[in-house]
């Protein structure tokens, strides 16, 4: 049982978990969820870090090296399965439809946690990590670093055309021919990202820069859901740039 002063600590499950789980295929041939289940989020002490999960399926927290679990204050300690390793936070919820909040306290940070549990076919997640400001950046496929903090946006494409209504609409989409950038404003939820092409629709990874979600590659369309609810963006000018369509051109020194 962690120290924790002022707020009852709550024990560590120990249910037997099978970490092989974490080796688990896709649930369905339908799943819409592309092969990567992993999100990584700027770190903010401000901001929650918002995590979808499945029953059966622990979500491995991923801490930074020589960072250790010191507290955890979770509202639902009854629903939730929670499991510890050195360097990790394994959590698992036991039925759908569930919502609770926390806060994740280390030696070195202190986590605001919103967690929501789904079901095999909406978007969840497996892995979740953290990047801090200093480490802010985007990899490129041939595996260059390319730091936020140097690409200050440019609207080369701003006639992206957003349907929905949802509280989660964008104030503004637009990319710099490189990557999409989605204005959020400052969201109380955080939906996921879908690209969809000819080849049907998948899961995308984003970064947090605030206010916008940053992907890193050009998109005909995408979706943003959170539930069954969803807010469809549309880019009438893909295919137009010269520069190759999702992928990060060299950078010049």
């Known amino acids: 049982m962690f120290p924790w002063s002022g707020v009852m600590a709550m024990g560590w499950a120990r249910a037997g978990w099978c970490l092989c789980a974490l080796l688990l295929t896709q649930a369905a041939d339908s799943d819409p969820v592309g092969p990567t289940r992993t999100q990584v989020q ?65 030696n070195l940070r202190v ?57 989660f609409r964008p104030l503004e989409v637009f990319d710099d021919g490189r990557f999409t950038w989605i204005d959020m404003g400052h969201p109380q939820v955080l939906p996921a990202v879908f690209m969809v092409d000819a080849e049907g629709s998948r899961l995308v990874n984003y970064l947090l820069h605030p206010p916008y979600f940053v992907v890193q590659r050009l998109m005909p369309r995408f979706l943003l859901k959170l539930g069954a609810t969803e807010v469809e963006v549309i880019n009438p000018d893909y295919g137009k740039s010269s520069e190759a369509q999702g992928e990060v051109p060299e950078q010049k020194p």
């Open 42 to 106: 700027v770190y903010d002490s401000e901001v929650p870090t918002e995590i979808l999960t499945v029953p059966g399926v622990p979500t491995d927290l991923q801490l930074a090296p020589h960072e250790k679990i010191t507290g955890l204050a979770l509202g639902d300690t009854l629903q939730w399965r929670v499991e510890e390793l050195p360097g990790h936070l394994f959590l698992k919820p036991l039925r759908p439809d569930l919502f609770t909040a926390g806060t994740l306290v280390t």
């Open 111 to 167: 986590y605001s946690l919103v967690l929501r549990s789904t079901t095999p076919q909406g978007p969840w997640v497996m892995r979740v990590r953290w990047i801090l400001d200093e480490e802010k950046s985007l990899s490129s496929p041939s595996g260059k670093t390319i730091h936020l903090f140097s690409l200050i946006p440019r609207r080369v494409h701003t006639h992206y055309t957003i349907k929905g209504d949802a509280e």
